[in-house]
């Protein structure tokens, strides 16, 4: 993700970029990543984003991470159930 002056760009492997006018739609509920108008925009975005990290290369190597740790646990069900929270539960309902 860049947000740069009035736009933010978000870019996914293997996916479509968004491009949002956060001065216009401030709940990013309008993609201009396909409209031809803003076309330079996105390249210009893409460069940015290319200038910190490679995308598909830093993709690559977290799929490759959790390919490894789910092959420590011998498979992806052994895995999935370790009972490790996957995500911070609600506040009031511990994690039993």
Request: hydrophobic share 30%; glycine share 8%.
């Amino acid at each position: 993700m860049i947000r740069r002056g009035k736009y933010k760009y978000n870019y996914y492997v293997d996916y479509e970029p968004e491009l949002f006018d956060l001065d216009a739609d401030q709940e990013e509920t309008t993609n201009l990543a396909g409209d031809a108008a803003h076309a330079s925009t996105v390249k210009e975005y893409h460069g940015y984003l290319l200038k910190i990290f490679d995308p598909e290369k830093t993709d690559r190597a977290a799929k490759d991470d959790k390919n490894e740790l789910v092959a420590q646990f011998s498979g992806p069900d052994a895995a999935f159930n370790t009972h490790t929270p996957g995500a911070t539960p609600v506040p009031g309902q511990g994690h039993e």
